[in-house]
Nanobody, 116 residues
Framework: QVQVAESGGGLVQPGGSLRLSCAAS????????MGWYRQAPGKQREKVAG???????NYADSVKGRFTISRDNAKNTVLLQMNSLKPEDTAVYYC??????????WGQGTQVTVSS
């Protein structure tokens, strides 16, 4: 059993910044990859960023250069630093932890709203 919990969402103006955090607990291993998806109303779920236990990262083209993902393996925690936010970044952001079997464990989501 693995639990995943996100926090840090909120309302921010265009051009502003937010930092999301995600903590995984339970039967979690440091070899798990972790990362973030997002889903806006009426839109398909989109992978935003991922990071392996070794620190290798990947980003969606839409956020590359603006978002940074990092992790603390000892704490089973990942962060998503979001800068230069745009209205199109508005979505519910979901954290995941992925086991070596490729099964994903999901958080409950945190709302990010970018609006003036």
């Amino acid at each position: 059993q693995v639990q995943v919990a996100e926090s840090g969402g909120g309302l921010v103006q265009p051009g502003g910044s937010l930092r999301l955090s995600c903590a995984a607990s339970g039967s979690i291993f440091s070899s798990y990859a972790m990362g973030w998806y997002r889903q806006a109303p009426g839109k398909q779920r989109e992978k935003v960023a991922g990071i392996t236990s070794g620190g290798s990262t990947n980003y969606a083209d839409s956020v590359k250069g603006r978002f940074t993902i990092s992790r603390d393996n000892a704490k089973n925690t990942v962060l998503l630093q979001m800068n230069s936010l745009k209205p199109e970044d508005t979505a519910v952001y979901y954290c995941y932890a992925q086991s070596v079997t490729t099964s994903k464990y999901w958080g409950q989501g945190t709302q990010v709203t970018v609006s003036s």
